[in-house]
T-cell receptor, first 110, second 113 residues
């Protein structure tokens, strides 16, 4: 059974800092990995999707990497802004379903 | 258009009520999903529809009844719910196949009294 872990559970940083969120998974037989953002009480916004054959994906200030063999992914956020404050979830697609981590709650202080 | 819409945004119902949640997408996706999310927890998969047919039911109690009347619509019919069913209900859609990216709606916040 796939298990997904996200570290840290919470992170508070000053504005402008670069930061890394970590995601690890137990079964490397995945099709892809998706990073989401969720604001309180809202739905999930897809940030980046990395296919199993890819090593990284970039969108603006976000860069996600994938090391399938070691079961790890990172989400790098450059020059963080208060508007980046949210919960970030990684989800692994092992077939017909996504398995989510518990999320990292990020607070960026002005 | 990468939008999934859900109605209503909020719903309060008693344990004897019957209500329905609605989800709609116009991205041509043929897979649609219902998730339940409790506070400070990740979403939990409830149901998956593929080509309008139920393909996954994660042992959800029968008081939740999904329906997919066409390729753009997904409903979740609710009856005789319990207070512990109060949660954020999220709908998502994707292309079928293993490389699918899922797109989520804003959710319906359900409170059962």
């Amino acid at each position: 059974k796939q298990e997904v872990t996200q570290i840290p559970a919470a992170l508070s940083v000053p504005e402008g800092e670069n930061l890394v969120l970590n995601c690890s998974f137990t079964d490397s037989a995945i099709y892809n990995l998706q990073w989401f953002r969720q604001d309180p009480g809202k739905g999930l916004t897809s940030l980046l999707l990395i296919q199993s054959s890819q090593r990284e994906q970039t969108s603006g200030r976000l860069n996600a990497s994938l090391d399938k063999s070691s079961g790890r992914s990172t989400l790098y956020i450059a020059a963080s802004q208060p508007g980046d404050s949210a919960t970030y979830l990684c989800a692994v697609n092992s077939g017909s379903r996504l398995t989510f981590g518990e999320g990292t709650q990020l607070t960026v202080n002005p | 258009d990468t939008e999934v819409t859900q109605t209503p945004k909020h719903l309060v119902m008693g344990m004897t009520n019957k209500k329905s949640l609605k989800c709609e997408q116009h991205m041509g996706h043929r897979a649609m999903y219902w998730y339940k999310q409790k506070a400070k927890k990740p979403p939990e998969l409830m149901f998956v529809y593929s080509y309008e047919k139920l393909s996954i039911n994660e042992s959800v109690p029968s008081r939740f009844s999904p329906e997919c009347p066409n390729s753009s619509l997904l409903n979740l019919h609710l009856h005789a719910l319990q207070p512990e069913d109060s949660a954020l209900y999220l709908c998502a859609s994707s292309q079928t196949g293993t490389l699918n990216e899922q797109f989520f709606g804003p959710g319906t916040r359900l409170t059962v009294l």
